[in-house]
Nanobody, 118 residues
């Protein structure tokens, strides 16, 4: 069973910042694309940002210019730095590891709540 271990969620005021972290087993981290998704109650889970094992990044339009995804290969950890947070960023954020090759394989973290409110 693969575990993705998330941390860093919480309550922050509008305009504030948070950094989410997600650790993965090395055998997963080395070859999988790591990403962050978020989900509101009653809504579909949506991609926020992703980073390949080569360092290429992809962001949702809502995240561009405010969020930065990065990975520390020595620590097998992916980060999501979120700045200029807005109330509409409130959601449960999930770490994702995805591999697309001859087969598709993906894993999810347990989710961490981010609440942006004054």
């Amino acid at each position: 069973q693969v575990q993705l271990v998330e941390s860093g969620g919480g309550l922050v005021q509008p305009g504030g910042s948070l950094r989410l972290s997600c650790g993965a087993p090395r055998r997963i981290f080395n070859i999988y694309t790591m990403g962050w998704y978020r989900q509101d109650p009653g809504e579909q889970r949506e991609l926020v940002a992703a980073i390949t094992n080569g360092g290429s990044t992809n962001y949702a339009n809502s995240a561009k210019g405010r969020f930065t995804i990065s990975r520390d290969n020595a620590k097998n950890t992916v980060y999501l730095q979120m700045n200029s947070l807005k109330p509409e960023d409130t959601a449960v954020y999930y770490c994702n590891a995805r591999f697309e090759g001859p087969w598709i394989s993906q894993y999810w973290g347990q989710g961490t709540q981010v609440t942006v409110s004054s």
